[in-house]
């Protein structure tokens, strides 16, 4: 192995660290914003708000990211109402095909993610909100979904960390990401081992980082409320009502 070309793909491929975190946290932000809704649609006992998020998420989930990414990008082109759209400024760029595949995969998946949250949420915290008048916006908002989001909060890491692999595939679409950077250096030198194995790397480099964000995020989040006295449940929706 050549461990020149390797430390000189690194710092080239380095450079590709940028477009790859701006679509995984530009991803993750679309989606994020897509599935609070969608998660509470989900969890709903009423059917006809539940079944049209179950059949977008079990579309989504059961097929591969980067068929979804090919029928955005090569697909969505072929529609002349599309084409004659404000929406063609922006689809005929690759940049734009991969957030809107990736956003609407991770949506699914962190819809999921954060039904189990909220479903797991003990009916006594809601019936403590309702017992001192709080409305049902402001439970889901101070009450089920900030508890939720932390009882998944190592479930969401986890697609967080898929998301940023994940990115990998914009390479396809032309795009120069890390995988991209490496694709286009293997075409040049012909030494596709130094390089991959250094794009392996940083992409081992960003998970570790993210690792260790979202392990700081759980414990300042879980950590804190268990060294105390654990308060009375009325009490925490008073609080939660008072903020």
């Not at 599935?35 to 649609?41: C, G, H, I, N």
């Not at 989930?61 to 109402?81: A, D, E, K």
């Not at 967080?160 to 694709?183: D, F, H």
Request: glycine share 6%; net charge positive; proline share 5%.
């Amino acid at each position: 192995m050549d461990i020149a070309l390797l430390l000189t793909s690194t710092v080239t491929l380095a450079g590709g660290i940028p477009l790859t975190l701006l679509l995984t946290f530009a991803s993750l932000l679309a989606g994020l914003i897509l599935s609070v809704p969608l998660a509470f649609m989900r969890a709903s006992s009423r059917r006809w708000l539940s079944l049209p998020v179950l059949a977008y998420t079990y579309v989504f989930r059961g097929t591969p990211l980067l068929v979804q990414l090919f029928i955005v990008y090569y697909g969505l082109g072929q529609i002349g109402l599309i084409r004659t759209s404000v929406l063609w400024v922006l689809l005929r760029d690759p940049f734009w095909c991969c957030l809107l595949a990736f956003s609407l995969n991770g949506a699914a998946y962190t819809t999921e993610i954060f039904r189990g949250g909220i479903q797991a949420v003990a009916t006594g915290m809601i019936e403590a909100a309702q017992a001192i008048g709080m409305s049902p916006l402001q439970i889901k908002r101070r009450i089920i979904f900030p508890i939720a989001f932390r009882s998944v909060l190592p479930s969401y890491a986890n697609e967080t960390i898929s998301l940023v692999k994940a990115t990998s595939l914009a390479s396809t679409v032309t795009l120069l990401e890390i995988t991209g950077l490496s694709r286009k250096l293997v075409a040049e030198t012909f030494a596709p081992y130094e390089i991959f194995i250094a794009a392996g790397l940083l992409y081992l480099g960003l998970t570790f980082v993210l690792t260790g964000a979202f392990h700081l995020l759980e414990t300042r989040l879980n950590g804190e409320p268990r060294a105390k006295s654990e308060p009375s449940r009325v009490a925490l929706a008073q609080v939660a009502h008072e903020q």
